[in-house]
């Protein structure tokens, strides 16, 4: 395998997830918080009034569940899981 390859293995490759009980599809290794958020939501509301909250349980390694925060990405596995919750403080 040449060197080229050898980087992206595995890169291309899609991710059967469960976010807020729906399946969805993930290309790529690692998934960010805002990423998560838009696959539970549809969009990322940046007003400072929302506040998100999201967990993951079946990741990989030695962190296979935990709490994000607003800049963290995880690497992906297949069939991990997350639960996203959206509160307004107004």
Same mark, same amino acid.
């Not at 060197?3 to 050898?6: D, G, I, L, M």
């Given at each position: 395998m040449q *060197?080229? *390859? $050898?980087e992206n293995h595995g890169q291309d490759k899609i991710y059967t997830i469960i976010v807020n009980g729906r399946e969805k599809q993930w *290309?790529? $290794?690692v998934i960010t918080f805002k990423e998560v958020?838009?696959?539970?939501?549809e969009v990322f509301n940046?007003?400072?009034r929302v506040t998100y909250t999201v967990t993951y349980t079946r990741g990989t390694g030695n962190k296979p569940e935990g709490i994000m925060d607003q800049d963290d990405e995880v690497k992906i596995k297949e069939g991990m899981i997350f639960n996203v919750t959206a509160t307004d403080k107004s």
């Open positions: *060197e080229q *390859e $050898k *290309e790529g $290794k958020v838009i696959l539970a939501f940046p007003d400072p």
